[in-house]
């Protein structure tokens, strides 16, 4: 093996995967450009990644946050700080910056608030997951004024209004599996009242398919969609983590097991990303960040859920099929596109980012065999390239429904507020410097 002379063997990227790339297309997608099919195709090498590498990458995302996030309550209208909260005032809100990038209680944001906690876990670095600290607690300690606000004036548009009035999984689900991490760390009582509402949304009040299968009534009357993997499992996750009430676990490993039997389409290994149960010709759409939104789930699942426990074994055997799908479809910068199987589509940061933790992570767990290492190391590099030097995301696409048309996914556009990208960068360089130290990956090991 080639390495780098004088550099410690846990920074060097070994060399002897580059036949394991998957990037070969099937020859029965049509309308596809084709993949790059070797090495000598890709515009991103396979170059030595230090630990210190990723690591700034990681600093300065985290710095973006810390430093802009406002942390202060706000009349919205007049842009004036709010200090006397005896008062109620019908436009208080937080502060969440010109672009609302730094909203306190959102789906992106308990994306991110994850990704920080397993920054500090990886790297050791406390003041990583003292921000996501320092959030919940600004959150709460404004929850009875905002319960004011809300009381005098009604339901108002403002960053409470997903927790007093929860509607769908995105007011919940993810930020409450962030919730629930931050609880078994510091073990604050307050935050076990919102996580106990959270839990009785999800399992009580959230609409069904007849089969149990968590779904929404728009944009059609019955509409699954991909993305619910992740605002629902993760929290189901660790609350039967957190409670031992095997219900929770239950839930999870039957949501993951319905989404795959109504979306995993076999022929080509990949998630459709939603479908209308009441059109039997709703197209196939395989949008990149819903089957991100699958394979986090899949992670945070597998990670909390006991050994031999009932699903298990066919949800790994469906997380290595998915995988291996998504390695066919890496293009040749080591990024993904937004519509997976249209290579004319735009790559797309937050879903590339999301597969490469999910490949790390499998490998580092042992679902996932040690020849994905390639792809895991050429997605990285291709992410890393999307981080700018102030901190922000490149590339990302924005929030978007389901439809039923591909030209509504390749007209998305992408944003740098778009809060979707940061937390699976956190997450996918975690990830990659827990593999580059493990050395997993190294054969013979």
Known sequence: MKRAIAIPLFLVIPVLFFSSIRAQQKSDLSGAIKPASGIGDYNTPFNIIAS????????????????????????????????????????????????????????????????????AQITGDRT???????????????????????????????????????????????????????YKSDREKRYLGIIDHIADHISNKQFRLHDGLLARESPFKRSIWLDDAYMSVPFLAQMGSLTGN????????????????????HDKR?????????????????????????????????????????????????FRIHIQGLTEYQGGSGLWHNILNRF?????????????????????????DQSFASVAYSGWNGVSKKIN????????????SLEGSEVYYYQ???????????????LAGSEMLDFIRNQKHMPNK
Not at 389 to 400: D, L, N, R, S
């Open 128 to 182: 990583y997951s003292e921000y996501p600290e320092k959030c919940f607690r600004f959150y709460l300690e404004n929850l009875a004024y905002f319960k004011k606000v809300d009381s005098s004036f009604g339901g108002r548009s403002n960053s409470y209004r997903p927790l007093l009035h929860t509607k769908t999984l995105d007011d919940c689900g993810s930020i409450g599996a962030a919730l629930i991490k931050i």
């Open 270 to 318: 990949l998630y459709d990303h939603g479908r209308n149960m009441d059109n039997p010709n709703d197209p196939e759409i395989f949008w990149a960040r819903a089957n991100g939104w699958m394979v986090l789930a899949v992670c945070e699942l597998l990670d909390q859920l006991p050994q031999n426990y009932r699903g298990r074994d066919e949800i790994v055997e469906n």
């Open 412 to 426: 998305r556009p992408t944003s740098i507020y778009a809060a979707h990208g940061y937390g699976p960068v956190l």
């Open 344 to 368: 004319d589509s735009f790559e797309e940061t937050s879903s590339s980012a999301m597969f490469v933790y999910g490949i790390a992570h499998g490998i580092n767990m042992g679902w996932l």
């Open 246 to 265: 095997k219900k929770y676990f239950d839930d999870a490993v039957k949501q993951v097991l319905l989404f795959s039997k109504y979306l995993l389409k």
């Open 52 to 119: 210190e590498s990723i690591k700034i990458v990681l600093d300065r995302i985290k710095d973006y946050f810390c430093m802009e996030t406002p942390f202060r309550v706000i009349d919205v209208k007049t842009k004036v700080t709010i200090t006397d909260f005896t008062k109620p005032v019908q436009d208080a809100d937080f502060d969440n910056g010109d672009h609302n990038l730094f909203n306190l209680w959102t789906y992106e944001m308990g994306v991110t608030y994850s990704g920080m906690l397993k920054a």
């Open 389 to 400: 030097q102030k901190g922000q995301v490149e590339g990302t696409c924005i929030g978007t």
